[in-house]
């Protein structure tokens, strides 16, 4: 199974970016889907962008939907989480897994996640703050 190391939050001002890396430190990602993952103190975690495999199919939640992008490089082994026009609300640790399931129907993707599953890193903070 693929254990994730993230990389990449920090803190920033309002309407910055960050590029957020999610790399395989054992095994390979090359043949599953895989997500990130945000939660915030006190809330619930937060399925925000999803990738397929091969055929670059991406899933965004409607509150990052036209400022993140999501990417990945196989053959590094590594999945990316590009944040443009960064708002408070952001404010979270962000972590990325393997969807243990995915669907497309009627032309929409999903993926489910298990919080269970070993693909889970320690995430990385990003914090938005003036």
């Known amino acids: 199974q693929v254990q994730f190391v993230e990389s990449g939050g920090g803190l920033v001002q309002p309407g910055e970016s960050l590029t957020l890396s999610c790399t395989g430190s054992?095994?390979?990602?090359?043949?599953?889907?895989v997500g990130w993952i945000r939660q915030a103190p006190g809330k619930e975690r937060e399925e925000i962008s999803c990738i397929s495999e091969s055929d670059g199919i991406t899933y965004y939640a409607a509150p990052v939907k036209g400022r993140f992008t999501i990417s990945r490089d196989n053959r590094k082994n590594t999945v990316y989480l590009q944040m443009n026009g960064l708002k408070s609300e952001d404010t979270a640790t962000y972590y990325c897994?393997?969807?243990?399931?995915?669907?497309?129907?009627?032309?929409?993707?999903?993926?489910?996640?298990?919080?269970?599953?070993?693909?889970w890193g320690q995430g990385t903070q990003v914090t938005v703050s003036s």
């Open positions: 897994a393997i969807a243990m399931r995915t669907t497309y129907l009627s032309n929409n993707y999903k993926c489910y996640f298990s919080p269970t599953d070993d693909s």
């Open positions: 054992s095994g390979t990602v090359n043949n599953y889907a």
